[in-house]
């Protein structure tokens, strides 16, 4: 029901910038909460950070204060701004979509797009 195609990733020096976008087909106000997540080799995927429909944010521990999502409704897009990159932030990057329904909810994955940081 929502196809989501990721960009923007890449090789950037530790503390270097990147951008990432989430391109989704369909309206994201109804989307209930769109997201990122990452997963690096050997370890479990973990939350980076999220946004409601309503524009409120979440992040994880470790992103906070370097990391920002932001959205562009026209555009269906949403954004991961990646500033003050550090090695630990290698990992394959997932775009995120939740749909809730009167009964259940629903998770809706991108293909993801690498990033990847050196020391």
């Known amino acids: 029901q929502v196809q989501l195609v990721e960009s923007g990733g890449g090789l950037v020096q530790d503390g270097g910038s990147l951008r990432l976008s989430c391109a989704a087909s369909?309206?994201?106000?109804?989307?209930?909460?769109m997201g990122w997540y990452r997963q690096a080799p050997g370890k479990q995927r973990e939350l980076v950070a999220t946004i409601t429909s309503g524009g409120n944010r979440n992040y994880g521990d470790s992103v906070k204060g370097r990391f920002t999502i932001s959205r562009d409704s026209a555009k269906n897009t949403v954004y991961l701004q990646m500033n003050g990159l550090k090695p630990e932030d290698t990992a394959v990057y997932y775009c995120?979509?939740?749909?809730?329904?009167?009964?259940?909810?629903?998770?809706?994955w991108g293909q993801g797009t690498q990033v990847t940081v050196s020391s």
């Open positions: 995120n979509a939740l749909l809730a329904t009167l009964s259940d909810k629903v998770d809706y």
């Open positions: 369909r309206s994201i106000f109804s989307i209930n909460a």
